[in-house]
């Protein structure tokens, strides 16, 4: 199992706060009962379970399909659903949103290659990320990339209300492979995908999905954004 290099930190510092309180406990208690070996169990098991988090995907190679939506995040499908996407397009897109329990891996991954050609970050609540308005108002990092097709696709980080810290790698110009990672997610959370209409969503709400692995959707690779359209949705963005 690879350990992602955020978690290396978070590791040593629990891992030292765990030793203290054993110590602790055996320099004011130093006889030992039931209760110490309980302890020390639980310390083990949470350790374990904080390693077990900040694992890293299994890298099995990306999808070289232009139509292929791969699954960014391991987790559960929440949404499944027709939206207007007010931030970035500010049209209708499908969006599908998977949902990372403390237990799932919470590295994220792009879903298509392409160009990045928006990043932007957004302070916000920390409401429940299962909440229906948890991807507008929780904090969240925006996403946008355009494949060589000319289609593009809008991947929200959203954080939740363990989760308090989003990590980004990406970067506005960056030529990116799906599959490649984005960042990561610390403590629990969810990734929104938004999706042009005619994409073919091959899985539903309830799935559990595998990160990196899973086909989300197929993109509706004969439709192309032409020049006027491009223009069309700048105005729709900086306009006031």
Request: proline content about 5%; aromatic content about 8%; some cysteine.
């Amino acid at each position: 199992m690879r350990i992602h290099q955020e978690g290396y930190r978070v590791i040593v510092q629990l891992s030292v706060a765990v030793g203290l309180v054993i110590l602790l406990l055996n320099v004011f208690f130093p006889h030992q009962t039931i209760i110490h070996w309980l302890l020390y169990a639980a310390g083990i098991v949470f350790m374990a379970l904080v390693v077990y988090f900040f694992r890293r995907p299994p890298g099995k190679g990306v999808d070289n399909d232009p139509a292929v939506i791969l699954n960014p995040a391991a987790g559960k499908v929440i949404i499944v659903s027709e939206v207007l996407e007010d931030e970035y397009f500010h049209d209708r897109r499908i969006q599908l949103s998977v949902f990372m329990s403390l237990l799932d891996m919470h590295v994220n991954l792009y879903p298509v290659s392409g160009t990045v050609s928006y990043v932007q970050y957004h302070p916000g609540k920390f409401l429940v990320a299962y909440h229906p308005k948890a991807s507008r108002l929780n904090e969240h990092n925006s996403i946008v990339i355009t494949t060589s097709s000319g289609l593009q696709v809008l991947v929200r980080q959203i954080a939740g209300v363990v989760a308090r810290r989003i990590v980004s790698l990406a970067k506005t110009g960056d030529e990116v492979m799906a599959g490649q990672e984005i960042g990561i997610i610390k403590f629990g959370s969810r990734v929104d995908l938004f999706l042009p209409l005619g994409s073919t969503v091959k899985v539903k709400v309830g799935d559990h999905v595998r990160c990196g692995e899973t086909i989300l959707a197929l993109l509706p690779v004969a439709q192309r954004i032409e020049p006027s359209s491009e223009k069309e949705n700048t105005s729709k963005v900086t306009g006031p």
